[in-house]
T-cell receptor, first 116, second 111 residues
Framework: GAGVSQTPSNKVTEKGKYVELRCDPI?????LYWYRQSLGQGPEFLIY????????DSGLPNDRFFAVRPEGSVSTLKIQRTERGDSAVYLC??????????????FGEGSRLTVL | RKEVEQDPGPFNVPEGATVAFNCTYS??????FFWYRQDCRKEPKLLMS???SGNEDGRFTAQLNRASQYISLLIRDSKLSDSATYLC????????????FGKGTRLSVIA
């Protein structure tokens, strides 16, 4: 597709379970970002990839959160032992190499995670 | 202190009104500034960049005051379709470093 694709669009899980969220960026975009957004808040940075490597993972809240991008395209955000406080919309965005200068990130529609 | 602070609103204005949003940022090393728009339950999208000299795009004007670490967005002749949340965004360093988002200011334009 032409845009950033995220799956699943909605995920309901129980406290303590493991969750994977997938992001398929725009073809050719080398930079990929994960943000999460809680109700009434702006997007909060989690991790940023340039190619296959995590260029900045300073936003990951703790070691239950992990993300990979093994082939420099699709990325998976993994959350272990989910907690109710993890409930949020997880947004993925991609940009070309100039994104850091133009400020234009292209976001997917997000994966809404609800932890019961 | 939050890196990017905005008045959350909501701002409820009649069609045709002029409305201004303000944003302050804490890191004086911040280099680039933007406004994003987010419709209800949708993803954020870039509205416009903010340049030191100020810039205009149709009914929208963005201004930057580096000395006061302050950014503004002015919307003239508000339309119903302008109803959305407006997110102030800052990049501290260039080169694909993460964008830092404010909480957003919610605007409702009323007929």
């Amino acid at each position: 597709g032409a845009g950033v694709s995220q799956t699943p669009s909605n995920k309901v899980t129980e406290k303590g379970k493991y969750v994977e969220l997938r992001c398929d960026p725009i073809s050719g975009h080398t930079a990929l970002y994960w943000y999460r957004q809680s109700l009434g808040q702006g997007p909060e940075f989690l991790i940023y990839f340039q190619g296959t490597g995590a260029a900045d993972d300073s936003g990951l809240p703790n070691d239950r959160f992990f993300a990979v991008r093994p082939e420099g395209s699709v990325s998976t955000l993994k959350i272990q032992r989910t907690e109710r406080g993890d409930s949020a919309v997880y947004l993925c965005a991609s940009s070309d190499r100039g994104g850091g200068l133009t400020g234009e990130l292209f976001f997917g529609e997000g994966s809404r995670l609800t932890v019961l | 202190r939050k890196e990017v602070e905005q008045d959350p609103g909501p701002f409820n204005v009649p069609e045709g009104a002029t409305v201004a949003f303000n944003c302050t940022y804490s890191n004086s090393a911040s280099q680039s500034f933007f406004w994003y728009r987010q419709d209800c339950r949708k993803e954020p999208k870039l509205l416009m960049s903010v340049y030191s000299s100020g810039n205009e795009d149709g009914r929208f004007t963005a201004q930057l005051n580096r000395a006061s670490q302050y950014i503004s967005l002015l919307i003239r002749d508000s339309k119903l379709s302008d109803s959305a949340t407006y997110l102030c965004v800052v990049i501290v360093n260039s080169g694909n470093t993460p964008l830092v988002f404010g909480k957003g200011t919610r605007l409702s334009v009323i007929a």
